[in-house]
């Protein structure tokens, strides 16, 4: 019996909140024993062994939980509407053995600017199954979006329908992106569909746009495309989405984009794939022609639970307050400051210990804002310890930086006891061979 099957199993110590912190933790973790009592082991390793080998941080993806979520999505659309096709929103996790993955499991891929679609056709991915997207494509992109022989553009606007009058010389599929006016509930930084978005056309518009591809004797138009937002935990919103895309008209395909949120911490609750699944298909068999085509765009549903950033503890204080600092922050989790989201740690060292100090866990970064979790919940933290922070696969290495010269952390993927590095650690020579310009001076 694999983790995922026995998590309902997993330990419990008294004093602590792990029976709750398996449903966050990638799908195959488990308790291992280590010099230090229980410890964490993600697809069958422990981290304490994955962070000595690899460094820290370090990003850890569970590949097998990983695509088995993929599945769930690609089996369970088809399984209720046959003439459909599930995109990857690679802005989530663009890196080369994601985009390989999402080949190797039957998901075509959205890119949003020249260095997804490189990464994407570098890893393999069949031209055929990219759709670009983006609300300013400029000509060099729309150029090597063409000259790749991209699947699907999704069209913006009236100033790339310009650009393309301009560019094309062989016929190509388009999407248009609409405005649904569908107010998502979430953070506003990932609300997308409401009508003062600077993504699409309002429906007025929509219709103008429309018919000016439609005249066009290179121009394929396909039909619609809207994304009302991210980690929306509402399965109606989608539903509505869906009835309001059905109003621009009538046409072969319907892309209702993705943003199916995850559960990131104890007290959310997310909705199954399995629900959302039934709420978009409802909607579609109530609202859509009954032989069009749906297309969705999952991101970060897909990829958030596989993934954990580990860390090492660096310094404890006991100050104003406990300060936990690991040796990370900001530079490589920047989704904290930018969406307030909170995240839950665990020391993978000490499993089983009680949780009995309330701590301030905080990066390296020089930004009093540089706070991972606020008061959290853990065993007096040692320094040398091995921090996880949980569900962490979504957005991480996306935006990771340089903040003070941090360097981008390592991705490995793990798999029945097996790691393979899919993206090694950026070097202090990565970092200055920028400026090699000014070094030469």
């Known amino acids: 019996m ?3 099957q026995d998590q309902q199993h997993q330990p419990s110590p008294e004093g602590t909140r792990l029976g709750e912190l398996w449903s966050i933790l990638p799908e195959e973790s488990s308790r291992v024993d280590g010099p230090e009592g229980g410890e964490l082991a993600i697809g069958g390793i422990p981290v304490t062994r994955l962070v000595e080998e690899y460094g820290t941080p370090l990003q850890i ?18 399984e209720r509407w046959p ?5 990857f929103a690679s802005k989530s996790l663009p890196v080369v053995g994601m985009y390989a993955l999402a080949q190797e499991e039957g998901l ?12 994407a056709l570098a890893a393999g991915v069949d031209p055929a199954r990219l759709h670009f997207h983006g609300n300013a494509k400029s000509d060099a992109e729309l150029r090597m979006a063409l ?30 992106r609409v405005i649904p006016g569908v107010d998502a509930k ?32 290179l121009m394929e138009f396909e039909g619609v495309h809207l994304h009302i937002g991210s980690q929306i935990l509402d399965t109606e919103q989608f539903a509505e989405a869906v009835e309001k895309i059905s ?48 297309m969705i765009e999952p991101g970060r549903s897909l990829v958030a639970r596989a993934g954990v950033s580990a860390y090492r503890v660096v310094t404890v204080k006991h100050t104003g307050k406990t300060f936990v600092a690991v040796d990370g922050g900001l530079a490589d989790l920047i989704d ?51 921090l996880v922070m949980a569900t962490t696969g979504a957005y991480s290495y996306t935006l990771a930086n340089n903040y003070n010269g941090a360097l981008k952390p390592a991705i490995v993927f793990v798999r029945d006891g097996e790691a393979r590095l899919v993206a090694r650690r950026e070097t202090y020579e990565d970092l200055l061979a920028l400026h090699a310009p000014a070094l030469a001076g």
């Open 336 to 386: 904290i400051a930018l969406t307030e989201q909170r995240y839950e740690p665990v020391l993978a060292n000490r499993l089983d210990e009680a949780w009995i100090e309330t701590a301030q866990v905080v990066g390296r970064q020089c930004e009093s804002g540089d706070l991972l979790v606020d008061r959290a919940q853990l065993p007096p933290a040692r320094v040398g310890d091995v």
């Open 247 to 294: 109003t621009v008209g009538t046409f072969d395909t319907y892309d209702v984009g993705g943003g199916l949120g995850v559960k990131y911490t104890y007290d959310e609750v997310a909705p199954s794939v399995e629900s959302y699944l039934d709420a978009i298909v409802e909607a579609a068999r109530a609202n859509l022609p009954e032989g069009a085509r749906i």
């Open 108 to 119: 075509s891929v959205d890119v949003a600017g020249g260095g997804e679609l490189q990464l």
């Open 83 to 87: 003439d459909s096709e599930v995109l």
């Open 147 to 176: 000259d790749a022989g991209i699947g699907t553009i999704i069209v913006d606007n009236d100033d790339e329908i310009t650009r393309l009058e301009r560019l094309l010389t062989k016929p190509q599929k388009l999407l248009l």
């Open 186 to 217: 979430t953070h506003a930084s990932q609300a997308t569909g409401g009508l003062d978005s600077k993504f699409g056309l309002p429906m007025d518009q929509a219709a103008q746009a429309i018919a000016r591809m439609q005249a066009h004797p």
């Open 2 to 4: 694999n983790a995922h």
């Open 61 to 78: 993806f569970d590949e097998a939980g990983l695509r088995r979520q993929v599945r769930r999505f690609v089996d369970g659309l088809h």
